[in-house]
């Protein structure tokens, strides 16, 4: 029953999914085919992997595409065994780096300071994510229009109650409650923290970006009640649990956070435009960055002055190093990702539509296998 | 003193003084120490038993959902490294505190480093251990997240329980034991394993159960040092993660989906399972020995 | 052998500690115990040096609202934990029937022998959220606006906070306290006693005029020990406190930090810090959280040993 409710209101977005997968596939295969000719080396064949126990910690928004993708890449090669596990991305960049796991899961790139001094660590991208604004009011379901400015305010305990004259001007017609606004932010390392406050960096450069800037992890102002979260999962059941919340959540979180009760609102976006994360929008968004990300994938998609994109998207990636311990260990996290980041197979609409990511775009998927390729 | 005595009030009101703080304050503070043990206790099994399969204890686990048979044998693992590595060293620790350091000429034992070790060390908390074998086990010696760094910090933390169960367990031997055992001629190791010892076992298994338990119920330092699997346990000491209960009660508790709040409270049944357990065979063993040693008098 | 194995293990635990956190020491200074900003800096920015120290630019570290956390959460703890655990020892030497005094010895041991994780789990799902409902928005309301209780005023958040985190420690704190306070009592010899009750004296009296005096010391030491547990833990406070850094509360409810929290919740994402710096914060942070625990247990046991001539075990026997 409450599966059902929650299916009918994901619907929309993963109808244009599936819509936007399947186009953007077809158009793909032509480029590509064509692509291949000029450069031979690049394989999109899943290379068969020896027995091997691997590992994989991080992102929590990642975490559930990896918790779909391992069965059904185990039930292709039983002999890989994968642990999976969401920590955050600050812990999937740094047990990536420390060698305590084999694939590291991040929505964030790795910094300068990681890439010197793990000059063998590489982020490789995987799909495309998107973050979401969840609130917690009940009674209302109507998306908000919020925006960087207010967003800051609120995180610096500026705007503490929704009834706030900012927020009901920016959404005439709708009744806000006199509720304390609950500021809920990631206890743990984590791209999604990355993201919001690059983008709240972006939004607010002369408040935000000075005075708390952006990152994995950030030194939060003090708002009223403020709560730290462990993981997606964590903000979304925080938020459940607080009406007056406000959250940041990875997209993959979106059906368990609309079946909690919760709903997200309409963000501005670098045109002046105030988006729902829809495929479309999202699509708008990265087909703008795509042209720029350079061949180690590293790139910001924040913010982008896009018009009818969503401004808070981004590559999810996989920190892995390229100096495996042994052959076989190397040859099978290759087979993992490579499998991962094939359309016909991990990038394919039927795992990521469940978790509303966005495949690779050729371009990417290309300069992906180069990176994998790289893994010895 | 005396002039206390003299001044006291009424006598209705010193009983009804009695009454209050003693009576009253005792059963309060029953009721607020055993209340909410029960409690917790009610609220995992309240949470867990309703949808409770047999079937956790067989299946691994997938992802947040799936079982926890991996979790399982990850804690049974666990705790024979703690019983075989914590028991030699704390057992021996605590011989040595009682039998072979002797006391004092005001009749304090001694003790010297190890005792004031132990003491400190029990001192530290286990999120410290946990950071320490870390940066130093994990990261330092690349051992990585796997059963060798665990089995040590878990051991760390746990021997000054032991060495202070076992040495108190000795001390309470009476001393005409040892005297009978020397006087029949025994060597002083074998008097102390033959005679000594025996009358404490008891005391020294107590003593093991509880280290035990503490060690069932450790997160902190487990999860910077045994990390976490889906995959059962091997028995490869190092470089493989292992998987154990109190790891899917603290990460799965707050993940938004049925199956991870199952599968936590599912943690939660089973340490309670091992805790009590462990705990009331403890009990029992003093319970016996207690009455044991008074037929006997 | 055996003897050597703690004292290795302490003093390397000791150097380790120590030389991870030397540079953030030497860095951080003063303004690590004063500041009241924990953050990582721009890590993807440009890399600083400070005396030699590689940092992020604009990291910083005070744990100041992290250490007042601690000492709050612990003060709490004990206000709460010491009447129950006094009681319960009375309970425990004093005239019980049998029955009752062997479920309350056991229900010490259970206490002592539940995980963190469950008692954390508990605070955070059943206990947090009836408090916030039902109990503290009463407290809220009828407390006068003076200082102290002005600290009890609205808004009393959602449960997780101060003052939840202050009650799952006292939970936490009782078993030590009052096995330790047990074991004083029962030292205390039965002549001056059995005299007391020869005058007459209530078994209050007995107690208050006769055993507490004889072992006031001892009970200080106890409560230290218990202060020390209090200052460590960490899984449950993580679960219950809110988990914050940077955040002293305003009132008695509001949600906070520990420095044992952070300890856990901050050393995967410290790694992202490549300099190395945010590791020897948090090295440091560890330390300054051993140091205090370790000199408050010396501190304690020193205390309950001078009261106890047998020497029995601090703590462990219940």
Known sequence: MSRRIRASRVVPVIVLALALGAGSVATAGTAWAAKKKKNDKVSTAVEKPPKATLSETGSTLLYPLWNIWAPAYQGKYPQVSLTTAGTGSGTGISDAASGTVDIGSSDAYLSPADNQQYPTLENIPLAISVQVIAYNLPGLTAHLKLNGKILSEIYRGKITNWNNSAIASLNPGLTLPNLPIVALHRSDGSGDTFLFTTYLSDQDPNNWGKSVGFNTSVQWPSTPGELAEQGNGGMVSGCKATPGCIAYVGISYLSQLLGDGLTYAQVLNGKGQYELPTSKAVAAESAYYVKKTPANGTISLIDGPVKGGYPIINYEYAIVNTHQPSASTAKAIRSILEWAINPKDGNSSQYLSQVSFQPLPPKLLDASLKQIAKIK | ?297 | MAAVIPAGALIASVVVLATKAGPAVRVNGAHFLTGSDWKLGNTYGAIQHTDGVAHPLGSSYGAWPLIAGTLQSSAIALIIAVPISLGAAFALTERLPRWLSSILRFGIELLAGVPSVLIGLWGALTLGPLLARDVYPIVADHMPNVPVLSYFKNPVGHGEGLLTSGIVLALMIVPIIASTARNLFAQVPALPKEGGEALGLTDWEVTRKITLPWVRSGLIGATVLGLGRALGETIAIAMVSGALLNTITPNVYGTMGTVAAAIVSQLDSAFTDGTGFAIASLAELALVLSIVSLLVNMLARFIVHRTDSLSAPVGVGF
């Open chain 2, 1 to 297: 003193m005396a002039k206390e005595v003299t001044a006291l009030p009424s006598p209705r009101r010193r009983h009804l003084a009695n009454w209050l703080f003693f009576r009253v304050g005792s059963m309060l503070a029953l009721l607020l120490v055993v209340g909410p043990v029960l409690w917790v206790v009610v609220t995992v099994v309240a949470n867990a038993a309703p949808h409770w399969k047999w079937s956790v204890l067989t299946t691994t686990t997938q992802g947040t959902s799936g079982g926890l048979e991996n979790a399982v044998l990850g804690t049974l693992l666990l705790l024979l490294g703690v019983l075989v590595i914590a028991g030699v060293i704390g057992v021996a620790g605590g011989i040595y505190l009682a039998e072979l350091v002797g006391t004092k000429a005001n009749g304090k034992p001694r003790g010297g480093v190890f005792r004031a070790a132990t003491e400190v060390l029990s001192g530290v908390p286990s999120i410290v251990l946990g950071y320490v074998g870390f940066t130093a086990l994990v990261v330092g010696l690349h051992w990585q997240l796997s059963l060798l760094p665990a089995w040590i910090v878990l051991s760390v933390m746990v021997v000054p329980y032991i060495a202070r169960g076992t040495e108190t367990a000795l001390r309470q031997v009476p001393t005409v034991y040892r005297e009978g055992a020397e006087a029949l001629g025994m060597p002083l190791g074998y008097g102390l394993r033959k005679v000594v010892l025996r009358s404490a076992i008891p005391g020294v298994v107590t003593s093991l159960l509880i280290a035990l338990a503490i060690s069932a119920g450790e997160t902190a330092p487990l999860l910077y040092t045994a990390g976490w699997s889906v995959d059962n346990p091997s028995f490869s000491l190092l470089h493989k993660q292992v998987g154990y209960l109190t790891y899917p009660v603290w990460e799965f508790w707050d993940y938004p989906s049925k199956q991870a709040h199952y599968l936590s409270f599912d943690a939660a049944l089973l340490l309670v399972v091992i805790v009590l357990i462990l705990l009331v065979t403890a009990r029992l063993i003093v319970a016996r020995t207690q009455r044991h040693a008074e037929s006997r008098r």
